[in-house]
Structures are given as structure tokens and as C-alpha cells.
């Protein structure tokens, strides 16, 4: 048989990898070891059909140079100029014809020269990969060694006797698919390589070949019990020592139970670690031993005997260049930002990742669910026909893939639920390596999200349930009223979502509602936002040479794609943070602080899991600039937002609130002598760290809350001046209006260009999406496009003046539709400042929420920058916007606008005093916490541009001022916009002082 001919049979096969050792746990060992990361040479073959049979490639030392070129190990191929990545979601890019892959299937011959550490001289040796995509055949010096099948998962090869001392042969020869393909359908970029480390390591005989940990806390007593299992090499003697020195453990016997007393158990909180050692007499294993026990009771999710809520999220291994390599000081940085912003939880979708995110998770503190290689979601395309779940043929492939998934990982304290994989639907495999997960680890829990009965997991996990089903859930009877015995289970069982809101562009809406019901509710274990990182990759520098280009699916000629939806996360690419980011240490801060109304008490809540208040410092503060309007160009410390004159603190006023340490559960309420003085100004209440720690360094802000006093509506602050008209103009004050149009034109040297009344935004990715609580319902942005809410024409009505009042009536309307808005503008000047009171009517039967309602304008200068008093510093939507405070902020053009990979609505804020700057000018409006959003493009323009990078520079500005905006919600994947958040036909009124700004002197 040809070369070719035996790699098509075992590319086909649906089997595991042959020729591994058993797995075992990643162990740090003083044994020798030599990495074989660095420079190694590629050449590809388009398929398989192409390999030829010649085979001197495997052993010469110096091969024909003829088609090699040197490639960095670890990396993925096609990012290294040999073919190209491709995404998608659940789309199989190739026939779903289990268990053939395609014949277009790019193979990949790797080579390296190595010459053997001395060190490793002598030992008995092997040769482990981290992990390949997606099926590698490897030899050493010509002789095959065998097969990786899991790409994420760990496979070692023994190379006893292969292994020569001088120079070395090794060849990996990896396809990018075949029949596990299959099992790795997960929602990413298909990137193949050889894209984890490679590594020779020395065995020792008699030493230890794997180590299990069972560490365990009880909370009536404060023991902790340990026994550590140990597994020696071939011809070991003499005993294998355990020392926990911490713990007054010295050369004790393994696979004993030993109780200790007084242990700190591991927590996220308190993720407390003992230094071990398991000592024989060749080899010496590092141990971090974190005590903690995870269990159920009550249909509760309890940790070291207290309930635990989970705030974690989805978090998938990429980088924008180097795909699924990450650099170590990435990892560590992005689990940093975690903490900082109060994630506990990570759940490693959808597969192991690199090992040493466990130590940092260990260390750290974070709760892990880690998530087995497999997921077969294309079939659910097909009605779930033929998919490996339930085929007894893959079963093999499906025990081998969980085994290597615990056996790695099964040291880490911070793993306590294992997944047996994501979106494969159920079977009969499923549930036998279920069975298998709680034998060989009856110290945790067994998750998976596709068994809704619960019936062979320990929790009940569901994907975006609606907050409706959620409460349902939570208000469900005890479990004996239920005569089914499945859903008396399941009633036993806690729950949590897995994933839930959806953090792609504009948004996630509906946090809070989320989290109000996980706080309500010990049943509910909290859940996985999705996701933790958009996986854009870089295109390289922008045109102008100010960013990068962001890529998503279809950017690389992909002919199945999913477009942009594997931009979702919290945090972009670069892992610099996006808006909601701070939505979510808003919503999940572990204090809830609450201000009454006349300040005289703060009320504090903690909702640690088992942590008190001491190590937290609380103090109030009033900022000294706050309502003196130097946002909008007056001077600092002359007037308050009515225009009346008062005092105002020429500086920051603060002062320490005495807050007692407040166990985890309780709250308490602290009496507060704030001075008499600031009974009318908007008061901050902050929590900090006192000190570092936690990956926080001191001074951390850890939550905060605000009583905030709102500005007295919008009004003139001298007599009203008489309007007259001049030429075909109707003026009042330094306002023009068209007398053909009734709209504005000019605000003294500002034009005013396209004055409109909207209804409409550019919609988000969130607009498009089928909300999973309508899903027999066209997206919103569809419903937007039947209604035509993008394309209102405007009719003048009337123009006519009273009294010294400019009043305006147009009625404004889509084409086709027997609909749309009666508006009356209500123009009145105190010769410097313009007040507009707008009322919108609507009339017929309208098919449609609206997206917003207020006025849009153009400046015909590109704005410079924006400052305002109002909400800040990041955007707000009636759903959103929880991280966002009262203050003065200034922001430069794009920052304000918020760009996006896709461009799409995003930016607004809530003001009440803001200055759009541009160049030679600008405009301040004024008003009592009105929607305002300003970017250089025009929302068409926004809608229809598929990339950030493609939009043109900047040439003038666009701004809106609303009345009311709709919410985002999570609909492109999730629920909707929350009813209460919708912005049905209504009337609305809108008022506010526009006036124009003079160049900055």
C-alpha cells in the first residue's frame, strides 16, 4: 500500500490515536527535560492523494531542500504563509460523511534536527506533544512512534531505544482533517499545526510515573484530609515520600489518608496553596496542593460547605497573529484583568487549554469547568443523523478524549466540575464516559449543557434560558412534588448556564436582570458570559497607518463561514477592554452599596462567598468641578446646572466611612454625618483594596455607588427674544429655520445640515440576531427594514410664530406604509442659546418598535473631541451601561463613537451638559439626561460598512440628540431586548439648549 493510500485509511478511521502511552497527570519534576520549541522545517502537500511515497524525509539528515521552508513550532501553518485559516460556527466546512474527511485536506510535513540534551542520557525517555490540529502521524529517527488524534489534548510516546545520543531525526507529518475532525466542531478558527510545546523528557526508573491529589475540606471542623496516589515507573523500589512541610507533613507514606487540622481551604477569594513534594529515590515531583471540597446539597452548588455563585466566563485560546499560541505573559495578564473585574469562574471552551492555565487558575483563584475536546455541533444541522454521540464506533475516540482530559488536569484544585464536551447532543457514549468521569473522580461534579433531563450530570446546565425561564427554573417545587422521576432529579440538581449574554458588539443587554435572580435565588449557580475574547485575526497595519485591520470569518475566502459572529467578547483581540467589560464589574461587584435618599445611611451588602469586609477601605466623595457646567465652556465655580449662582467646592471633597467587617451573606447598615453642605450635590461611595494583592493593587476600586442629583430642566435664562424673518429664513435668537422646510439651518456661525427627526439606528449585531424569546419573529433590524424606519421623508405642516416662539409642525413618515410621527417643534431663544421642546406623535398602526427617537444634524467639520457631564466614561443604552458613573469626561472622537470590528450603532451617553468640538467650533447641548451620540459617519454609511478599517476618514459630524433609545439586549445570541427596555410607538417630548461654541482660544 502507498504512503498516500495508508494515510487516507487512518485519516478515515474513527478511532483514537495509536501507539500513547497511558495518560497521566503534567507533573513538574526535577527529572531532565528539553524543549524542542524553536525553528523546524514545513513544506505542505494539498492532500493526501499528493504525499509521495518516497520516505528519506523521515531520516536524512539534510533532505532535498526542494519545498521546505523553516516554520516556528509552535504555531498553525496557515498563519505562518501556507494556505489560509477559515470560521465557523457549527457549519462542518466540508460533507458531513462520517467517518471520511474531505480529500481537499492540506497535510503538513514538520522536521526537526536535534541533537539530545546529555542530561537525558541514560533514562529511560519520552517525547510529548501539547498539542497538534488535527491528526499527526510522528516518528523518530524513521521509526514510527504513532498517531495524535484530540488536538487539544496531551499524547506521549515512548522513545526508549529510539532516542540516540548525537543528532536526531524527528518528522511529524499532520493533516488538517480527518475522522476526528468530526469531534472538534467547536465555534473557532480552523487552524492547523503543530500549536503547542514539544517536549523530550527523561523518565528515571523507579521514579514517578503520575501523581493523583485528593484534598479535601471540612468545614464542620476545619480538617482537611489528603491522600496523594501515586503511580510508579517500571522497576521502581523503595517507598515513595510525601512532605508537605506548611502542614508538618515529613516523609509520610503516599496513598494514605492523612487529617490535618486547622487547613485554609482554596478558594477564588482565598486560593491559599501548600508546597509538596512526592520523593522516591531517582525522582522528586512539585506539588500546590489548594484544600476545598465542591459538592451539592439542597439543589445548591456549595463549595467548603457555603453556596457558591459562579461569575465566570467562556474562554476560548486566541491570539490575533499567532491563533491559538499564546504567549505566557498573555495568559497571565488576561486572567489579571479577570480578577480585576471580579470574574471567579472560567470555563475553558471548549477544550483543555495549555496546561499552565491551570497553575495560574490555581493560584490565582478561579473556579474552573473544564471542558473535554469534543463537540459534533454540525449535525445539528442535519437533524443530529449519524452523529457520534450515540454510534458505538466512536465510542473508543470519546473514553480516550475524556480519559486524557482528567487524567492532565486532575491536580488542580481550582478544576471542580469536569464537561464532557460542548453541543454534541446526547448518547449512549456520552453517558458512559459520564459514568467513567465519576469513578476515576468522585471528588467532583460532571457537567454537560446537552443533557437537560440531568440525567447522567450533577448539575443542570442550559445555554441563554431567558430570564422568564430563569425564574421559572428558580420557583420550580421542591423536587418531591414531581412524580416524573427525571424532573425530580433535575429538581435536586443546581443550576447554571453555561453561556449566557452574549458580549458581541453593542452590548450584552440584561445583565443585571440576570444577576438579580442569581442573587435571589441559592438554586441558581450563576453562569458563563460569552465570551471572554474576540477572535479577530490581524490583517495587518489600517490604511493610514493608525491600527491594525481586524479579520472575521469570510475575510480569507472561505466559502462556509460565519461572518463576524466570532467577534463576541469582553475584551478585544489585543485584550484591551471593551465597553463591557465595565458593565460587568459593575453588575458582579462582590459589595452592593446602596445610599438613601437623604444620605444619612449607607447600606452595605456582601455577596463574597466567604470573605468579610476588613480588607476594604469605604470612603465618600463629591468632585469639586461637579455641576459648575466647566464641561460646556463656562467658568468652573460660578453657577450650578439651574443657571442660579452657588458656591461649589474648589476642590474634591472627601472623608473615610466606618463600615464593621461584614460577614459573606449579611449586610449591615452604617449611619453617615456627611457635611450639611452637600445635601444638594451628587455623592460617590467607593469600596477599594486597602492594600495589594489579588492581582489588585491597593487603592483598587472593588465597587461603588452614587446619589446622584439631577440638573433642573432645560430652560432659557433671560427674557425670550421676538423671532423675525429674513428673506426665506425664520429667525429667532442665533437659530435660522427654513421657512420651506421648517428645519433649522444655522445655529449663529454653525450650519446645521440634514435636521431630520429618527427612528432608526444602524443596527447592532444584536439587532440582527433572532432573540431566543421570539424566535418565530423576523430580527429587529428586519423588522426596522419592513418598516422602512431607515428612509422617513419629511412634510412640512406648518410654520407660524407665537408669541415670541417659532413653531414648527411636520409630519414625518416612511414610503409604502401608512404610517409614522406628527412632530411639533417648539423653537424659543434668549438671543445666545436656543431652547428646542420637540413632541413626537405617532399615528396608524405602527408594524414595529422604534429603535430611537430624537433629532439628527451634520456639522460639516470632523469632530475633534467631546466633553460632557453626564454618565461616563463608557456608553450607555437602557440595558447597558451599568459601569458608568456621574462626572465630567472628555473623550477623543473615536473613543466616544466606540468603533467596532463591524461597524454598528454604538456611543451614546446620558447628558446633561456636553460640547461637540470641532475644529473651528462646535455645539454645546444642554438638557436633563438626554441620549447623545456623535461619530463622523452617517448611520447608513455605518449599516452598510462590513469593517471598522473600511470606513472613510473622517470628513464631518453626525450627531443625534434622543428623547429615548430602544435597549440592545443579546439577541445575537440570547434573549432580546427586555420588554421593559423596548421603545414602543409612543409619544415622546424632547427638551434641550443647543448653542454654538466659538473656536477654542
Known amino acids: 500500500m502507498s504512503v498516500s493510500a495508508r494515510l487516507l485509511a487512518d485519516l478515515s478511521a474513527p478511532l483514537p490515536g495509536r501507539g500513547a502511552i497511558p495518560p497521566r497527570a503534567h507533573l513538574r519534576t526535577d527529572a531532565p527535560a528539553q524543549l524542542l520549541d524553536g525553528t523546524w522545517q514545513v513544506r505542505v502537500w494539498p492532500t493526501p492523494r499528493h504525499v509521495p511515497d518516497e520516505e528519506s524525509w523521515l531520516t536524512d539528515e539534510t533532505p532535498d531542500g526542494a519545498g521546505w521552508s523553516p516554520i516556528p513550532v509552535p504555531s498553525h501553518w496557515v498563519l505562518e504563509g501556507h494556505g489560509s485559516p477559515a470560521y465557523s460556527n457549527l457549519q462542518y466546512p466540508f460533507p458531513i460523511d462520517p467517518p471520511f474527511p474531505p480529500d481537499d485536506n492540506p497535510v503538513a510535513d514538520h522536521r526537526l534536527v ?124 523503595g517507598p515513595a515520600l510525601l512532605s508537605v512541610p506548611a502542614l508538618g507533613l515529613v516523609d509520610v507514606a503516599v496513598g494514605t489518608e492523612h487529617r490535618v487540622p486547622g487547613v485554609a481551604p482554596w478558594s477564588a477569594e482565598t486560593p491559599v496553596l501548600h508546597d509538596a513534594t512526592v520523593r522516591t529515590g531517582t525522582e522528586t515531583v512539585h506539588l500546590r496542593i489548594g484544600f476545598r471540597t465542591v459538592h451539592v446539597e439542597d439543589a445548591t452548588l456549595m463549595l ?61 483563584g478561579f473556579y474552573v469547568i473544564l471542558e473535554n475536546d469534543l463537540e459534533t455541533h454540525g449535525f445539528a444541522l442535519v437533524g443530529w443523523r449519524g452523529n457520534p454521540s450515540d454510534d458505538p464506533r466512536w465510542f473508543p475516540a ?149 491600527g ?56 452595605v451588602t456582601n455577596r463574597y462567598h466567604a470573605l468579610g469586609l476588613a480588607h476594604l477601605a469605604f470612603t465618600w466623595s463629591v468632585a469639586g468641578a461637579e455641576g459648575a457646567g466647566g464641561a460646556a465652556g463656562t467658568d468652573a465655580g460660578t453657577g450650578d446646572a439651574d443657571g442660579t449662582d452657588v458656591p461649589v467646592e474648589p476642590a474634591d471633597v472627601s472623608g473615610e466611612i466606618d463600615v464593621p467587617d461584614v460577614p459573606a451573606g449579611e449586610s449591615a447598615i452604617v449611619p453617615l454625618a456627611l457635611p450639611s453642605h452637600l445635601e444638594g450635590r451628587t455623592v460617590t461611595v467607593t469600596a477599594s483594596t486597602r492594600h495589594a494583592g489579588g492581582s489588585c493593587p491597593a487603592g483598587h476600586e472593588v465597587a461603588w455607588t452614587q446619589r446622584v442629583v439631577a440638573p433642573a430642566p432645560a430652560g432659557l435664562q433671560g427674557p425670550a427674544v421676538v423671532p423675525f424673518e429674513e428673506e426665506s429664513l425664520l429667525r429667532v435668537g442665533p437659530l435660522a429655520v427654513c421657512t420651506r422646510t421648517g428645519l433649522p439651518v444655522r445655529l449663529g456661525d454653525l450650519a446645521l445640515h440634514d435636521v431630520a427627526v429618527g427612528l432608526w439606528r444602524a443596527p447592532t449585531e444584536n439587532d440582527r440576531g433572532v432573540g431566543w424569546d421570539e424566535p418565530d419573529l423576523p430580527s429587529v433590524a428586519d423588522r426596522w427594514a419592513a418598516a422602512r424606519l431607515d428612509d422617513l421623508r419629511s412634510r412640512l405642516l406648518s410654520i407660524t410664530t407665537d408669541g415670541r416662539a417659532v413653531v414648527v409642525r411636520t409630519r414625518v413618515a416612511p414610503p409604502v406604509l401608512d404610517v409614522g410621527v406628527d412632530c411639533t417643534w417648539r423653537w424659543t431663544s434668549d438671543g445666545d442659546v436656543v431652547l428646542l421642546d420637540l413632541q413626537v406623535q405617532p399615528f396608524g398602526s405602527w408594524p414595529c418598535d422604534w429603535a430611537r427617537v430624537g433629532v439628527d444634524l451634520c456639522l460639516a467639520a470632523p469632530t475633534d473631541e467631546v466633553t460632557w457631564t453626564g ?33 454598528q450603532e454604538h456611543g451614546a451617553r446620558r447628558v446633561d451638559d456636553a460640547s461637540v468640538r470641532t475644529g473651528d467650533g462646535g455645539l454645546r447641548v444642554r438638557g436633563s439626561g438626554v441620549w447623545l451620540t456623535a461619530r463622523p459617519w452617517d448611520r447608513h454609511t455605518v449599516a452598510t460598512t462590513g469593517h471598522d478599517h473600511d470606513l472613510p476618514p473622517a470628513a464631518a459630524t453626525y450627531v443625534s440628540i434622543d428623547a429615548a433609545l430602544s435597549g440592545v439586549g443579546t439577541a445575537s445570541c440570547g434573549q432580546g431586548v427586555l420588554p421593559a427596555y423596548r421603545l414602543p410607538a409612543s409619544r415622546q417630548t424632547l427638551r434641550v439648549l443647543l448653542e454654538p461654541l466659538g473656536p477654542v482660544r
Open 114 to 237: 536535534l541533537t539530545a540534551d546529555d542530561a537525558l542520557a541514560g533514562h529511560p525517555t519520552l517525547l510529548r506533544f501539547e498539542g497538534v490540529d488535527n491528526a499527526a502521524t510522528v516518528w523518530l529517527n524513521g521509526v514510527e512512534l504513532g498517531t495524535t488524534r484530540g488536538s487539544r489534548l496531551t499524547h506521549e510516546f515512548l522513545t526508549t531505544g529510539i532516542l540516540r545520543p548525537g543528532t536526531n531525526v524527528l518528522a511529524v507529518r499532520v493533516a488538517q482533517w480527518s475522522a476526528s475532525s468530526y469531534l472538534e466542531d467547536q465555534d473557532m478558527w480552523w487552524l492547523p499545526g503543530v500549536f503547542r510545546s514539544v517536549t523530550l523528557l527523561a523518565r528515571p526508573a523507579g521514579g514517578v510515573r503520575d501523581v493523583f491529589v485528593h484534598a479535601g475540606y471540612d468545614h464542620r471542623d476545619g480538617f482537611g484530609t489528603l491522600r496523594v496516589d501515586v503511580d510508579r515507573e517500571d522497576g521502581a523500589a
Open 304 to 364: 467548603n460547605g457555603r453556596p457558591l455563585l459562579l461569575r465566570g466566563v467562556n474562554r476560548h485560546e486566541h491570539h490575533p497573529v499567532h491563533g491559538r499560541v499564546l504567549p505566557p505573559e498573555t495568559v497571565r495578564a488576561e486572567l489579571e484583568l479577570m480578577k480585576q473585574h471580579h470574574v471567579n469562574a472560567i470555563r475553558t471552551s471548549h477544550y483543555p487549554p495549555r496546561a499552565d492555565l491551570l497553575d495560574l487558575a490555581d493560584e490565582l
Open 398 to 546: 470519546y473514553a480516550d478524549r475524556m480519559c486524557r482530559t482528567v487524567e492532565r488536569d486532575k491536580n488542580h484544585c481550582s478544576v471542580l466540575l469536569w464537561s464532557l464536551g460542548n453541543e454534541s447532543g446526547t448518547g449512549s457514549n456520552l453517558e458512559a464516559i459520564a459514568r467513567w468521569t465519576r469513578r476515576r473522580d468522585p471528588d467532583r461534579l460532571v457537567h454537560y449543557e446537552g443533557d437537560w433531563d440531568s440525567t447522567y450530570v450533577d448539575v443542570y446546565s442550559r445555554m441563554y434560558a431567558t430570564t422568564d425561564e430563569v425564574a421559572a427554573i428558580a420557583a420550580e417545587p421542591p423536587a418531591d412534588r414531581f412524580a416524573d422521576p427525571i424532573r425530580r432529579h433535575r429538581r435536586e440538581l443546581p443550576f447554571l448556564q453555561c453561556e449566557y449574554v452574549h458580549a458581541m458588539g453593542n452590548g450584552p443587554g440584561g445583565l443585571r436582570e440576570y444577576q438579580d435572580l442569581f442573587h435571589a435565588h441559592p438554586r441558581l449557580a450563576g453562569g458563563f458570559v460569552w465570551e471572554w475574547v474576540e477572535h479577530t485575526l490581524d490583517g495587518g497595519p489600517t490604511a493610514d497607518g493608525t
Open 548 to 603: 491594525r485591520r481586524g479579520l472575521y470569518g469570510g475575510d480569507f475566502g472561505e466559502s462556509v463561514h460565519d461572518g463576524s459572529f466570532v467577534v463576541d467578547g469582553l475584551v478585544h483581540a489585543d485584550r484591551t477592554p471593551g465597553p463591557a467589560l465595565a458593565d460587568l464589574k459593575a453588575v458582579w461587584a462582590p459589595v452592593a452599596l446602596t445610599l438613601a435618599d437623604d444620605l444619612s445611611t449607607l447600606t
Open 871 to 903: 454618565l461616563g466614561p463608557g456608553p450607555q443604552y437602557p440595558d447597558t451601561g451599568y459601569g458608568a458613573r456621574h462626572g465630567t469626561f472628555t473623550a477623543d472622537r473615536d473613543t466616544f463613537a466606540v468603533r467596532t470590528v463591524r461597524p
